[in-house]
């Protein structure tokens, strides 16, 4: 194997344990997490029909890829924090998620996009960024969760977690 397998696998055996560690009441707060994460982004997004806000653009594949791997990071992560540990990685939740509404959020119903860009800059600039803005997302939600694991698994004190958050 090589270096990078090794880190994969290394990394696995420890998403393995700290997964291993959660008891019912953290699975169901895994669970009750990622299906509010999936309202929480998907509400305001209007990834799907709902009386409170209306899409002007359609809904790419990406954004339902996305939508449903960042909820499920936030519901991993959430869970974590009932397992028991450090409370290691807090800012990281909020951060991924914030990115999550950017990267699958309609990018002419974005105010602050269309203030600095306007409509045809929306569509032109921001809207084909936001696959990557999306990848951002789920990579920051990823790592978060790998520290909370690390932390969970005894493998990473919760000095060291903090340290590695500044």
């Known amino acids: 194997m090589n270096g990078d397998a090794i880190a994969v696998h290394k990394h696995v055996q420890t998403l393995a344990l700290a997964f291993s560690m959660f008891t019912p009441k953290a699975w169901i707060i895994t669970a009750l997490a990622a299906a509010i994460g999936l309202v929480v982004i998907g509400l305001p997004t209007a990834i799907y029909e709902n009386p409170f806000f ?3 653009t359609p809904v790419r594949p990406q954004d339902y890829v996305i939508w449903v791997v960042s909820s499920v ?13 450090s409370k290691a990685g807090e800012e990281k939740v909020l951060s991924g998620s914030v990115l999550s509404v950017l990267a699958v959020g309609c ?5 602050p996009v269309v203030l600095l860009l306007g ?5 032109t600039f921001f809207a084909p960024v936001q696959v990557y803005i999306g990848i951002a997302s789920v990579l920051l939600l990823g790592w978060t969760l790998l520290l909370r694991a690390k932390a969970l698994s005894g493998k990473c004190s919760a000095s060291q977690v903090a340290a590695q958050q500044t």
């Open 54 to 56: 209306v899409r002007m």
């Open 73 to 85: 990071l936030i519901g991993l992560t959430v869970g974590s924090y009932f397992a028991g540990g």
């Open 107 to 111: 990018p002419i119903c974005n105010k």
């Open 119 to 123: 409509t045809p800059g929306a569509l």
